[in-house]
């Protein structure tokens, strides 16, 4: 659930900033087919309707898979801000 709601979130701040053609990258395999195959996740479902909706607004969007181990950085950085969005949230 927390891969999706940084990709929702990455979409609507890409949609901000006015981009138009994306390519968001993740480390959650399963979350990557579910998006690109349309396969239905009754655990995500919500927010992969959503994910879908939203991405269909712009030019291009390509949801890639990136194992974890290639992508630790990145990782790093998510897991941040996660914990930063909860802290303010309290």
Do not use: C, W
């Not at 269909?56 to 801000?81: E, M, Q, W």
């Amino acid at each position: 659930m927390a891969e999706a709601m940084a990709v929702f979130q990455a979409l609507q701040r890409a949609k901000e900033m006015n981009i138009t053609t994306l390519t968001l990258a993740s480390d959650s395999q399963k979350l990557i087919e579910a998006l690109n195959q349309n396969i239905h996740l009754m655990e995500i479902h919500g927010i992969q309707h959503d994910i879908l909706d939203l991405s269909s607004t712009f030019i291009s969007v390509i949801f890639v898979y990136i194992p974890r181990n290639l992508n630790r950085d990145a990782d790093v950085l998510a897991k941040a801000a996660l914990r930063n969005l909860v802290t303010e949230s309290v």
